[in-house]
């Protein structure tokens, strides 16, 4: 039985893969980018996994301030395009914004999430994501969640700390008006959004869509949002 936390009064969300649903428009997107420009090319079934696992390291790069946005994007599509052995696109901008144009038209939100949004009025609320805050923004604007979920706070706007740094959750929970022992963070990174705000102490809830496997010592595990309301408690 998974006992409830109390003394709750705020609650953080990952976005990516909590709230937003990145793989499902990232995934066919990149396949859909390949396929264009590369037709018929014989890896194409394993471009969504190569684009995934070149995210980790060149957003670590952005975010450790080694390189700007931008950058991090020319050396992604520069690094698929040598595991691919492909040329690299002429105008890594134009290319990249060609990618980003198929993502955004398939931004979704999971289908827990409103409803599980529409039970939390009591909280104040708040996203707390690694991405790019005007990205991030977009995202949240265009699954409706808008002025429902509080801020969405980033490294940009966190005075450059990211998950899972501890001054970033407590910065986060400061924005909420609220000690770090008041806010429970919820999403589906454990590194990120599970183990790193202990530290500070921020309570957290993984979210664990795929429901493969138990949580760290002490965390409550749910499979989907719909579980959180009877977890959290003023």
Request: with cysteine; glycine share 10%; hydrophobic share 45%.
């Amino acid at each position: 039985m998974i006992v409830p936390l109390t003394g709750v009064k705020g609650i953080l969300f990952d976005l990516d893969g909590t709230l937003f649903d990145h793989r499902g428009a990232a995934d066919p997107a990149i396949t859909e980018w390949v396929t264009a420009r590369h037709p018929g090319h014989p890896r194409l079934a394993e471009v969504a996994a190569l684009w995934a696992a070149l995210e980790v390291p060149y957003l670590a790069m952005w975010q450790a301030g080694r390189c700007t946005v931008e950058e991090q994007r020319r050396l992604r599509l520069t690094a698929l395009s040598r595991e691919l052995d492909v040329p690299a696109p002429a105008d890594l901008d134009a290319a990249y914004a060609e990618f980003a144009a198929r993502y955004r038209r398939n931004w979704t939100a999971y289908p827990d999430v409103a409803e599980t949004v529409a039970g939390l009025g009591g909280f104040a609320l708040g996203v707390l994501t690694n991405g790019a805050q005007r990205v991030q923004e977009d995202k949240v604007r265009a699954i409706g969640l808008d002025g429902l979920v509080g801020p969405v706070l980033t490294g940009e706007v966190l005075d450059g700390c990211f998950k899972p740094a501890p001054a970033c959750y407590t910065s986060a929970a400061a924005a909420l008006g609220l000690a770090p022992g008041e806010v429970v963070l919820v999403g589906d990174d454990v590194d990120r959004d599970v183990t790193g705000p202990a530290v500070t102490g921020m309570r957290s809830i993984w979210l664990d869509r795929l429901g493969i496997e138990p949580a760290p010592a002490g965390h409550p595990r749910i499979t989907s949002l719909t579980e959180l309301p009877r977890l959290v408690q003023a």
